[in-house]
T-cell receptor, first 115, second 113 residues
Framework: AQSVTQLDSHVSVSEGTPVLLRCNYSSSYSPSLFWYVQHPNKGLQLLLKYTSAATLVKGINGFEAEFKKSETSFHLTKPSAHMSDAAEYFCVVSPRDNYGQNFVFGPGTRLSVLP | NAGVTQTPKFQVLKTGQSMTLQCAQDMNHEYMSWYRQDPGMGLRLIHYSVGAGITDQGEVPNGYNVSRSTTEDFPLRLLSAAPSQTSVYFC????????????FGEGSWLTVV
């Protein structure tokens, strides 16, 4: 079985300050992990993904995430927030070695960026 | 470069009406799925398909039907719309669920009155 926990439903930061969005997962199989972003009234866009190579993954728009197996975490970070980063962020897990299991989505974290 | 295309983008239905949300992908993906998104609940899987002719239920299948006659198309049918089906619906596709990126359509905003 798989599950995803996003520890904060809402994070608020000031423009130019660091962003940390937390994600913990549970998976019976070796996981692939993803972060997606959803801007208001839009679809979901892939930010980055981890599939077994380097544990530090770099994505679009300056975001990165680190896979920590011992902590079962995949936190998303960005050194300096921009107003355009205000959106909903979803952490997603899927099995890397068990075809047929589905993607599991976290409940989402809404990021607000204050001027 | 269409990716996943879903229509309509907005729809208002009366209780008891039926309708079909269309979804098509041009990436030759085997895996397709439908999600609904409700405030505070993230995305919940309605139905999915791992290939033409194969469909299965997800987490919240009641009130919805799907079929997969071709690799490209995966329509979602609301049989008798209820206000509880007011939601945003997303179609998605992937080569498979094993480590592959999932691609989403732009969403369909459905209101049942």
């Amino acid at each position: 079985a798989q599950s995803v926990t996003q520890l904060d439903s809402h994070v608020s930061v000031s423009e130019g300050t660091p962003v940390l969005l937390r994600c913990n997962y549970s998976s019976s199989y070796s996981p692939s992990l993803f972060w997606y972003v959803q801007h208001p009234n839009k679809g979901l866009q892939l930010l980055l993904k981890y599939t077994s190579a380097a544990t530090l993954v770099k994505g679009i728009n300056g975001f990165e995430a680190e896979f920590k197996k011992s902590e079962t975490s995949f936190h998303l970070t960005k050194p300096s927030a921009h107003m355009s980063d205000a959106a909903e962020y979803f952490c997603v897990v899927s099995p890397r070695d068990n075809y047929g299991q589905n993607f599991v989505f976290g409940p989402g974290t809404r990021l607000s960026v204050l001027p | 470069n269409a990716g996943v295309t879903q229509t309509p983008k907005f729809q208002v239905l009366k209780t008891g009406q039926s309708m079909t949300l269309q979804c098509a992908q041009d990436m030759n993906h085997e895996y397709m799925s439908w999600y609904r998104q409700d405030p505070g609940m993230g995305l919940r899987l309605i139905h999915y398909s791992v290939g033409a002719g194969i469909t299965d239920q997800g987490e919240v299948p009641n009130g919805y039907n799907v079929s997969r006659s071709t690799t490209e198309d995966f329509p979602l049918r609301l049989l008798s719309a209820a206000p509880s089906q007011t939601s945003v619906y997303f179609c998605a596709s992937s080569e498979s669920t094993v480590g592959n990126t999932i691609y989403f359509g732009e969403g369909s905003w459905l209101t049942v009155v």
